[in-house]
């Protein structure tokens, strides 16, 4: 067998380990191996997965989007507020998703005509959208989904086979970005604009144009998140915000292997990602882990996975890309 | 007309055009926007807020801001060496559980637990600093999973000994100075503070390790082939900024004794927030101490005045984003248009009104008629010398002439073909003279004032002077140093053309036509140099009178020679010899028959007389046409002039071909020959003279024959 | 009222020639009056209370803002809301500033049990009232007004006890959804919980998990736990605004009414409605209108003793309400007003 470190890549690294832990849990963990409790590991991460791969999207571009959380909790609450104050479904759908790609189109703007960095521009965005909701979009920190909406409520607790709706949406949605990134122009361009903005504008891409589609993108993934939650658990918490997710999503993306550098990744490596970071909590949940251990441990098995990638490819002086933190 | 005439001269007079983009162009102005942005918003804030200039409130926010400002400070150094600390928050609220646990669970004594606690900040710093400059791990990814490991420790921490950790009070005086004392009014943790900003200022601008902060931040690769050591640098502002934070969470701890579980948590988003709008810019290399305390200023002032104005949780985040995304957008915008500005508003031309030329014309009846005798001009050196501005020759005839290269050239020889390379100075050497000791003098443009032993060492006489307090460019450095002379008693006069632009834009002075050069006296016996006499349109050549009592200088654009009384009743006096030349003159030097000669190195048109009453016009041109399209004096043809004491003008050389010697910026008379420089000549030019003394040596008539 | 003015009158033309003008006030003192009301009144002029939440935004603070803010229009005394929106270090930064400002009255809802209490105690030194609310400090100041947060735990576990204990034909496992680990109501409720439950070995907790007040959180941990254990027999949530979503995991799952949902809360209408709906099977309610009563009360007592801080060590624990299927009363429940 021709064996070579190289062909390590950070992502089939994150892939062995999660092979292994699902061998090792399928062995020692009673009830881990079962179809029953994989749909329900799938399950747990498919919102995760699903923003994961909005904000791939985004870093494959050389950016990064911190107001994908504020996007989904914000918007999607609205529209369940919307709901409670009388308006019908379908327009309450379409002003959430309106104000989703409103906050996206913003995005793109000031990243792409102002030029403020990614980080700022949508971490103000973020800050800016959950101000502007809790203090005249919404009435409360959680708004409930209003009783009997048919369908709709199915969004997040129906299923189809023995596969819960969300499963099913993470699969259309990784369907979806795949088609986009790798067999459209839009798609490839984003590519090039990652790998190098300078080189694509001068080759004639519309570089501008492209970053505010990508930001538009991650937006309206997002909303779709928020809906999903919004449905499953018949109530959006926007104090959601406040919570480390938006690392989670970043640390999905980041640990299949997207690099911050843009122009590299695919939407496989997303699933890399999220299948590691389910079937350890999955994994520990069943041990009865504490959340702050499970927290630790996780983190703790994401930073050996940056070390071993680290050491099969090092970074020397003569590689490394000036700015790129 | 003559009103207006007035009216426009009185204003480029008075107006100081010129300031706006001096100002512009200094380094601090990049903070230009955070600043006006802190002063808006204390302004607004203590407009607002009643009691807000109290000395108690202005206490508390101090104590706040010491808090965060150490923060800041941690992650601006981290920043500046191109990485980022996202894990800074999970680190303070680590340390502060630390802190509390050592002195309320295990009873430890403060000064046992303090340096406790910052050790375990700086080792929590060496886990990142270890990963990202050894491992080479990516700082953003690093510095996020180690917020959460540091976050987790933190819960399992509260979760297993919360109640013991922040179980009742530690009664101690030292402990509730750190926490609530102050000096003078002065709370504890800003002394603190304050002490370790300074120390950072000096250590970042200053020293060694500093610099290679700076350096790395900058240019990773250089700085690695430049031979610093780029890991332990990285590691190391990992490790400061774990041992700041470390700080900040023990005057947390002080002051509130609390455990709680979101201490810290979002920090690293605020302090981050904070470096970058202080004008640290992400990925390194630029930022300073100063722009870390305006940064987190201004964020700890928006943060706490909204909560002071009681805007609701959603109103307050509100306007945070919104101030947020104002402040970096202008902060960017300002940042990439500040050197197109700059390069608009730069050149500032101002009025200069100059008497009708003389025509040099034939059949003009002036002295200055154009004639054809530097004709028989031979070139000495044709191809292989570039740039002799001014040239100058010894007892044994050997003749000097400096390079655009930044060399000195000696000729020797009896038709100088001998050419051997006397000194490498560096810049380009402008006017020379000999000192009485034998040793070159030498103006070096862009260096300043530098001498040449006879063994060809180079030393260094001066390259700065005394400041103008008023002055906003810096003047105390020579940036165009351009001619000298040394007077009898060891005074170096030279002249600096212009403070506003360097060796290689000096043309560009000629569009202002304001008096922005000098003539500085740099005193050989004490190594002191003093400025003599300011605002001088583009002084030049410079030559000690015969009695070595005065001194005669060129105003190149002011087209006009004047004398400056170094000696005798008029002592200090400026007195015109010549007002009204019709060319631009630059070198003077003596003759042997007890005159002067005088280099012009163009003649003047009436386009450009005409233009020099036209600011505007010629702001409108500096700002929309393209350089090379700007309209210039003429440096292309010239002559040299004789004159005596009185300013009478005896004597004229033309070459009217420019065949020869295309320009003259300098000439020395030499044994009956007078030896051309010119700026931009690829050779040195040599012309008999008729009815010259043919013994004549020019050293000798400042320092006695040799015997 | 004629009756009132002729017998004035009277008295009047009676004491004419000797009585001042001056003396015609302490004739109206023969009147019958309520000689606490005008005290009562006057006891408002120029007060001041403000209020620090942990954040605005959810039924609780909302429901308590919104009684002492009517209070204050009514009664003419100021009232203000410091907002840190979750924030602990911005919950410091206002009160601190709050000290500064010496309002009369600060109501407080702490977000854990120490993060005020040092500051706390600097607002009593400086002559300021402090009424906790909710959720306890460390410290204690005059008054606390909010849940027993034990007998909540203790309730909560003694009916775990009777749907999954000895007799049910059930496994006795049940599962417990905490919120941050830290805050007084977990702290607490955990104490009660286990102060029943170290009595009956027959319940097994087969979960005890954190979900930090998210509801996304404690569906994901309660459909883990239900795949681990289809035979759960309860879920016991700290608050019902969170285990809504352990309730959804519940109903997804196809468990309704085999498992058990817990939990208590401020008694809002959503708690009610899912009550009603069969989400939630017994719901503990603090009653936010009782209490903002209670803080009122306080507020006004207060004002009216001139008490000063620490003359006083007084705890108004909320009689608890309980929403159940079998005695639904729909009436227990409130709702916003906005």
Same mark, same amino acid.
């Given at each position: 067998m021709n064996f070579n470190i190289s062909w390590f890549t950070q992502e089939r690294i994150v892939f062995s380990i999660a092979l292994v832990l699902f061998l090792v849990f399928s062995l020692s963990l009673s009830g881990f191996f079962s179809v029953d409790n994989l749909i329900v590991l799938m399950r747990n991460v498919s919102v995760l997965g699903i923003l994961g791969i909005g904000m791939a999207i985004v870093v494959i571009g050389r950016g990064i989007d911190l107001s994908m959380i504020a996007v989904m909790a914000v918007s999607s609450a609205w529209t369940l507020q919307l709901m409670q104050n009388g308006y019908g479904l379908g327009s309450a759908l379409a002003l959430g998703l309106m104000c989703a790609l409103a906050i996206g189109v913003a995005n793109g703007l000031l990243i792409a005509f102002v030029e403020i960095p990614a980080l700022f521009a949508t971490l103000a965005t973020g800050i800016f959208l959950y101000g502007l909701g809790k203090s005249t979009m919404l009435d409360l920190d959680v708004i409930y989904l209003p009783e009997n909406t048919g369908w709709f409520e199915e969004i997040g607790k129906g299923s189809i086979g023995p596969f819960p709706m969300p499963v099913i949406l993470f699969c259309i949605t990784m369907v979806v970005a795949w088609f986009v990134l790798s067999r459209t122009r839009f798609g490839r361009f984003i590519y090039g604009t990652g790998d190098n903005p300078l080189a694509a504008r001068i080759t004639g891409i519309p570089i501008r144009i492209i970053i505010t589609g990508q930001y538009a993108m991650a937006s309206f993934i997002g909303f779709f998140a928020g809906i999903i939650i919004a449905t499953s658990v018949s109530a959006v918490n926007t104090r959601i915000f406040h919570s480390t997710m938006i690392y989670d999503v970043i640390l999905v993306v980041v640990l299949g292997g997207i690099g911050l550098s843009g122009g590299k990744g695919s939407v496989r490596n997303v699933v890399v990602g999220t299948l590691l970071i389910g079937i350890l909590l999955n994994g520990m949940t069943i041990m009865d882990i504490q959340f702050t251990y499970q927290n630790f441990i996780k983190s703790l098995i994401l930073l050996g996975a940056i070390i071993l990638d680290s050491v099969l490819h090092p970074r020397n002086e003569e590689t490394a890309q000036q700015g790129d933190i | 007309m003559a009103s207006a005439n007035a009216f426009t001269r009185a204003r480029y007079k008075y107006f100081p055009d010129h300031l706006i983009g001096e100002l512009l162009s200094k380094r601090w102005m990049e903070s230009a926007v955070p600043t006006v942005i802190l002063v808006g918003v204390f302004g607004y804030l203590s407009l607002n807020l009643p009691h807000y200039l109290s000395p108690i409130n202005l206490m508390d926010l101090g104590r706040l801001y010491a808090?965060?400002?150490?923060?800041?400070?941690?992650?601006?150094?981290?920043?500046?060496?191109?990485?980022?600390?996202?894990?800074?928050?999970?680190?303070?609220?680590?340390?502060?559980?630390?802190?509390?646990?050592?002195?309320?669970?295990?009873?430890?004594?403060?000064?046992?637990?303090?340096?406790?606690?910052?050790?375990?900040?700086?080792?929590?710093?060496?886990?990142?600093?270890?990963?990202?400059?050894?491992?080479?791990?990516?700082?953003?990814?690093?510095?996020?999973?180690?917020?959460?490991?540091?976050?987790?420790?933190? +819960?399992?921490?509260?979760?297993?000994?919360?109640?013991?950790?922040?179980?009742?009070?530690?009664?101690?005086?030292?402990? +509730?100075?750190?926490?609530?004392?102050?000096?003078?009014?002065?709370?504890?943790?800003?002394?603190?503070?304050?002490?370790?900003?300074?120390?950072?200022?000096?250590?970042?601008?200053?020293?060694?390790?500093?610099?290679?902060?700076?350096?790395?931040?900058?240019?990773?690769?250089?700085?690695?082939?430049?031979?610093?050591?780029?890991?332990?640098?990285?590691?190391?502002?990992?490790?400061?900024?774990?041992?700041?934070?470390?700080?900040?969470?023990?005057?947390?701890?002080?002051?509130?004794?609390?455990?709680?579980? +979101?201490?810290?948590?979002?920090?690293?988003?605020?302090?981050?927030?904070?470096?970058?709008?202080?004008?640290?810019?992400?990925?390194?290399?630029?930022?300073?101490?100063?722009?870390?305390?305006?940064?987190?200023?201004?964020?700890?002032?928006?943060?706490?005045?909204?909560?002071?104005?009681?805007?609701?949780?959603?109103?307050?985040?509100?306007?945070l984003g919104i101030i947020l995304l104002f402040a970096v957008g202008i902060d960017v915008k300002w940042l990439k248009n500040r050197y197109k500005i700059i390069n608009k508003v730069y050149v500032s031309p101002s009025y200069l009104e100059l008497p009708d030329a003389p025509s040099p014309e034939k059949g003009s009846g002036t002295p200055y008629e154009v004639n054809d005798r530097l004709k028989t001009v031979t070139a000495i050196g044709l191809g292989t010398i570039e740039g002799p501005e001014d040239v100058i020759l010894d007892h044994n005839d050997n003749l000097f002439a400096g390079t655009r290269h930044g060399d000195i050239i000696k000729f020797s020889g009896p038709n100088f073909e001998t050419q051997e390379t006397f000194a490498h100075i560096g810049g380009h050497p402008l006017g020379m003279a000999f000192d009485p000791d034998g040793n070159l003098l030498t103006c070096v443009g862009g260096m300043g004032l530098y001498g040449v032993k006879p063994s060809g060492e180079v030393y260094k006489l001066t390259d700065e002077t005394n400041r103008t307090w008023y002055s906003i460019n810096d003047d105390s450095r020579l940036r165009l140093a351009d001619d000298l002379d040394i007077t009898p008693d060891g005074q170096v006069y030279f002249s600096e053309a212009t403070i506003r632009y360097e060796m290689h834009s000096w043309p560009l002075d000629s569009l202002e036509g304001r008096g922005n050069g000098r003539i500085i006296c740099h005193d050989l016996n004490t190594n002191k140099t003093h400025t003599v006499i300011r605002d001088l349109i583009f002084p030049n050549g410079i030559c000690t009178s015969f009695d070595g009592k005065s001194i005669l200088f060129a105003e190149t654009w002011g087209c006009s020679i004047s004398r400056y009384w170094i000696d005798g009743p008029k002592r200090g006096k400026v007195e015109p010899v010549i007002p009204n030349l019709p060319g631009y003159p630059d070198n003077i030097n003596r003759s042997s028959d007890g005159n002067y000669w005088l280099a012009l190195v163009g003649m003047r048109t009436p386009t450009f007389d005409l233009a020099m009453t036209m600011p505007a016009f010629r702001r409108k041109m500096a700002r929309r046409v393209a350089p090379d399209e700007w309209l210039f004096p003429n440096i292309n043809s010239g002559c040299v002039i004789k004159f005596n004491e009185a300013g009478e003008i005896l004597d004229v050389l033309w070459d009217l071909g420019g065949e020869n010697h295309p320009m003259i910026t300098s000439m020395r008379e030499h044994k009956g020959h007078l030896y051309l420089g010119g700026i931009s000549n690829n050779r040195v030019g040599r012309y008999k003279l008729e009815n010259a003394d043919p013994d004549w040596v020019g050293i000798d008539s400042y320092w006695g024959k040799k015997s | 009222m004629l009756k009132k003015f002729t017998l004035k009158k009277l008295l009047a033309l009676g004491f004419a020639?000797?009585?001042?003008?001056?003396?015609?006030?302490?004739?109206?003192?023969?009147?019958?009056?309520?000689?606490?009301?005008?005290?009562?009144?006057?006891?408002?002029?120029?007060?001041?209370?403000?209020?620090?939440?942990?954040?605005?935004?959810?039924?609780?603070?909302?429901?308590?803002?919104?009684?002492?803010?009517?209070?204050?229009?009514?009664?003419?005394?100021?009232?203000?809301?410091?907002?840190?929106?979750?924030?602990?270090?911005?919950?410091?930064?206002?009160?601190?500033?709050?000290?500064?400002?010496?309002?009369?009255?600060?109501?407080?809802?702490?977000?854990?049990?120490?993060?005020?209490?040092?500051?706390?105690?600097?607002?009593?030194?400086?002559?300021?009232?402090?009424?906790?609310?909710?959720?306890?400090?460390? @410290?204690?100041?005059?008054?606390?007004?909010?849940?027993?947060?034990?007998?909540?735990?203790?309730?909560?576990?003694?009916?775990?006890?009777?749907?999954?204990?000895?007799?049910?034909?059930?496994?006795?496992?049940?599962?417990?959804?905490?919120?941050?680990?830290?805050?007084?109501?977990?702290? @607490?409720?955990?104490?009660?919980?286990?102060?029943?439950?170290?009595?009956?070995?027959?319940?097994?907790?087969?979960?005890?998990?954190?979900?930090?007040?998210?509801?996304?959180?404690?569906?994901?941990?309660?459909?883990?736990?239900?795949?681990?254990?289809?035979?759960?027999?309860?879920?016991?949530?700290?608050?019902?605004?969170?285990?809504?979503?352990?309730?959804?995991?519940?109903?997804?799952?196809?468990?309704?009414?085999?498992?058990?949902?817990?939990?208590?809360?401020?008694?809002?209408?959503?708690?009610?409605?899912?009550?009603?709906?069969?989400?939630?099977?017994?719901?503990?309610?603090?009653?936010?209108?009782?209490?903002?009563?209670?803080?009122?009360?306080?507020?006004?007592?207060?004002?009216?003793?001139?008490?000063?801080?620490?003359?006083?060590?007084?705890?108004?624990?909320?009689?608890?309400?309980?929403?159940?299927?079998?005695?639904?009363?729909?009436?227990?429940?409130?709702?916003?007003?906005?």
């Open positions: - | 808090e965060f400002g150490l923060v800041v400070l941690a992650m601006g150094l981290v920043m500046i060496g191109g990485g980022v600390d996202l894990s800074i928050g999970s680190m303070f609220a680590l340390c502060n559980i630390a802190m509390l646990s050592l002195i309320n669970m295990f009873g430890w004594p403060l000064w046992a637990a303090i340096p406790a606690v910052l050790v375990f900040g700086a080792a929590l710093g060496a886990v990142n600093g270890f990963l990202i400059g050894y491992l080479k791990l990516r700082a953003f990814l690093t510095t996020l999973v180690t917020l959460i490991i540091y976050r987790a420790i933190v +819960d399992i921490g509260l979760m297993n000994f919360a109640v013991e950790i922040s179980g009742g009070f530690l009664e101690s005086e030292a402990w +509730d100075f750190i926490g609530d004392g102050d000096i003078f009014g002065i709370p504890s943790g800003l002394i603190a503070f304050l002490i370790l900003a300074v120390i950072g200022h000096v250590m970042l601008s200053r020293t060694r390790p500093g610099w290679h902060v700076m350096a790395i931040g900058g240019a990773r690769r250089s700085a690695h082939n430049a031979g610093i050591a780029v890991k332990r640098t990285i590691c190391l502002t990992y490790v400061v900024s774990g041992v700041l934070t470390a700080l900040a969470a023990v005057f947390f701890a002080a002051r509130l004794g609390s455990a709680g579980s +979101d201490v810290g948590s979002g920090m690293e988003v605020g302090v981050l927030t904070a470096a970058v709008l202080g004008g640290i810019s992400l990925g390194g290399g630029r930022g300073s101490v100063a722009k870390a305390i305006m940064g987190g200023a201004i964020v700890l002032l928006v943060t706490n005045g909204m909560i002071r104005m009681g805007m609701e949780g959603g109103s307050s985040s509100l306007a | 020639s000797t009585l001042t003008l001056g003396m015609l006030g302490s004739a109206a003192n023969a009147e019958l009056i309520d000689e606490l009301r005008e005290p009562y009144i006057q006891s408002f002029k120029g007060k001041k209370v403000a209020f620090l939440p942990i954040a605005m935004g959810f039924d609780l603070t909302e429901g308590w803002a919104e009684a002492m803010k009517a209070a204050s229009e009514k009664h003419g005394f100021e009232f203000v809301i410091r907002d840190p929106n979750w924030n602990t270090n911005a919950g410091t930064q206002a009160l601190t500033a709050l000290i500064a400002e010496k309002p009369d009255i600060i109501v407080a809802h702490n977000p854990d049990v120490q993060s005020y209490a040092r500051l706390l105690k600097k607002a009593e030194k400086a002559g300021i009232n402090v009424i906790q609310v909710n959720m306890k400090s460390s @410290y204690s100041t005059n008054v606390y007004v909010g849940a027993d947060w034990v007998e909540i735990g203790e309730a909560g576990a003694q009916e775990m006890v009777k749907r999954c204990g000895d007799g049910s034909g059930t496994s006795g496992k049940v599962a417990i959804i905490q919120g941050p680990l830290t805050g007084a109501a977990s702290v @607490y409720q955990v104490k009660g919980v286990m102060n029943i439950l170290d009595q009956h070995k027959e319940i097994k907790i087969v979960a005890n998990q954190a979900a930090d007040w998210d509801a996304s959180k404690a569906k994901a941990v309660t459909q883990t736990v239900l795949q681990q254990h289809p035979d759960l027999c309860a879920v016991f949530g700290f608050w019902d605004v969170m285990t809504l979503g352990a309730a959804a995991a519940v109903k997804e799952a196809g468990q309704t009414g085999k498992v058990s949902v817990l939990t208590n809360g401020g008694g809002n209408q959503m708690a009610c409605d899912n009550v009603k709906s069969g989400a939630f099977d017994k719901v503990w309610s603090y009653d936010v209108p009782g209490q903002s009563r209670d803080l009122v009360s306080m507020i006004k007592m207060i004002f009216q003793s001139n008490a000063k801080p620490g003359d006083m060590r007084v705890a108004l624990y909320t009689p608890l309400k309980v929403i159940s299927r079998e005695a639904f009363d729909p009436s227990i429940c409130w709702s916003l007003k906005k």
